[in-house]
């Protein structure tokens, strides 16, 4: 598990910070300023802004630290009314920050709806889960459908990175509440057993998140969800890693993971696009690894082939890259 998601992080770093980078070479849209209404040039120094940062930090930990004391003192709906408190003065605060006409207060404005989307999923789930003692399943799929609505909502009102993030978790969690209700036989409650003609747990959820992470990101490119940036990465780093989520269990599920990263690879061609290669490139080390170790573990010949073939192959790929710049070198004489 650790290693799970020390895999993940490697993963999300590349994608947005390599996204990020891609589509400010290629002059694209990198922040959704156009949408938001954001005027480009920065007028404010960075001490500036981080001194705003700050102070939304020193709020958080004093309000964290003052609430905390108090916290299992005024029960389960008193927290979902703080939580819902919050999510409203985070609201309100971003509506005030947003009429400065500052890039960087606009993205402080970002944050804090950004915050108000998490106090307003912490609010119902303690409601639903805590209070009226819904299931798993039921409070997912309505914490899942009140963030989506609430964050698109948000997302319409400014096209923000931070924005678009929280839309995309909302869906997420609407897609594993759903999973979680249709694997459950009726009239069981939260028994994880499904029937014989349901889908496994594991399919439930791995198949549906690896359709929405490629279509997610179609969205992105087409940029109907923006920004780029973000909406790509999110999309392929969850279609790359949903698969894994049932291979351990269905062995046919690795050639789906093996598929979609040899095609991010090959799309990455095209759109000269590095951190797509690369997402591909880790996911397909990720998913040969563990197809080796579980199915050629007792056949040292075949690793050892494959360890030889790949020299091969990076040997290739280094001639290539030299013959290309020599080419490079003698075109420009």
Same mark, same amino acid.
């Given at each position: 598990?650790?290693?799970?998601?020390?895999?993940?992080?490697?993963?999300?770093? +590349?994608?947005?910070?390599?996204? /990020?980078?891609?589509?400010?070479?290629?002059?694209?849209?990198?922040?959704?300023?156009?949408?938001?209404?954001?005027?480009?040039?920065?007028?404010?120094?960075?001490?500036?802004?981080?001194?705003?940062?700050?102070?939304?930090?020193?709020?958080?930990?004093?309000?964290?630290?003052?609430?905390?004391?108090?916290?299992?003192?005024?029960?389960?709906?008193?927290?979902?009314?703080?939580?819902?408190?919050?999510?409203?003065?985070?609201?309100?605060?971003?509506?005030?920050?947003?009429?400065?006409?500052?890039?960087?207060?606009?993205?402080?404005?970002?944050?804090?709806?950004?915050?108000?989307?998490?106090?307003?999923?912490?609010?119902?789930?303690?409601?639903?889960?805590?209070? /009226?003692?819904?299931?798993?399943?039921?409070?997912? +799929?309505?914490?899942?459908?009140?963030?989506?609505? /609430?964050?698109?909502?948000?997302?319409?009102?400014?096209?923000?990175?931070?924005?678009?993030?929280?839309?995309?978790?909302?869906?997420?969690?609407?897609?594993?509440?759903?999973?979680?209700?249709?694997?459950?036989?009726?009239?069981?409650?939260?028994?994880?057993?499904?029937?014989?003609?349901?889908?496994?747990?594991?399919?439930?959820?791995?198949?549906?998140?690896?359709?929405?992470?490629?279509?997610?990101?179609?969205?992105?490119?087409?940029?109907?969800?923006?920004?780029?940036?973000?909406?790509?990465?999110?999309?392929?780093?969850?279609?790359?890693?949903?698969?894994?989520?049932?291979?351990?269990?269905?062995?046919?599920?690795?050639?789906?993971?093996?598929?979609?990263?040899?095609?991010?690879?090959?799309?990455?061609?095209?759109?000269?696009?590095?951190?797509?290669?690369?997402?591909?490139?880790?996911?397909?080390?990720?998913?040969?690894?563990?197809?080796?170790?579980? /199915?050629?573990?007792?056949?040292?010949?075949?690793?050892?082939?494959?360890?030889?073939?790949?020299?091969?192959?990076?040997?290739?790929?280094?001639?290539?890259?030299?013959?290309?710049?020599?080419?490079?070198?003698?075109?420009?004489?």
């Amino acid at each position: 598990m650790f290693m799970f998601v020390i895999e993940l992080v490697v993963l999300a770093a +590349v994608g947005f910070g390599g996204f /990020y980078y891609w589509a400010q070479q290629r002059k694209l849209p990198t922040a959704g300023q156009a949408a938001a209404g954001e005027p480009g040039p920065r007028r404010i120094s960075l001490v500036t802004e981080a001194a705003a940062y700050a102070g939304v930090i020193l709020l958080l930990v004093g309000g964290v630290t003052a609430i905390s004391q108090r916290w299992n003192d005024i029960g389960r709906a008193g927290q979902g009314g703080v939580l819902a408190a919050a999510a409203v003065f985070f609201f309100l605060a971003g509506i005030i920050v947003r009429q400065v006409r500052e890039p960087a207060i606009q993205r402080l404005a970002g944050v804090a709806w950004f915050l108000s989307v998490a106090g307003a999923a912490g609010a119902v789930w303690l409601a639903l889960y805590h209070v /009226y003692g819904k299931t798993d399943a039921v409070t997912a +799929v309505a914490v899942g459908a009140g963030v989506t609505l /609430y964050a698109a909502a948000l997302w319409l009102l400014r096209r923000g990175a931070l924005q678009s993030l929280a839309l995309f978790a909302g869906l997420v969690i609407t897609i594993l509440g759903v999973a979680d209700i249709i694997t459950v036989p009726a009239g069981t409650g939260s028994v994880p057993a499904p029937a014989p003609n349901l889908p496994t747990p594991v399919l439930a959820i791995a198949l549906p998140l690896w359709v929405f992470g490629l279509v997610w990101a179609g969205l992105g490119w087409r940029r109907y969800v923006g920004p780029l940036w973000v909406t790509i990465p999110c999309g392929v780093i969850l279609a790359l890693i949903a698969p894994g989520f049932a291979a351990g269990h269905y062995g046919w599920m690795y050639v789906i993971g093996i598929a979609t990263a040899a095609a991010a690879m090959a799309a990455s061609v095209p759109l000269r696009n590095t951190p797509l290669l690369a997402l591909g490139a880790l996911a397909m080390s990720g998913y040969l690894t563990a197809v080796a170790a579980r /199915y050629l573990h007792q056949s040292p010949g075949v690793p050892s082939a494959l360890a030889i073939t790949g020299v091969l192959i990076i040997g290739l790929a280094v001639l290539g890259a030299m013959s290309m710049a020599l080419a490079a070198g003698r075109g420009s004489r």
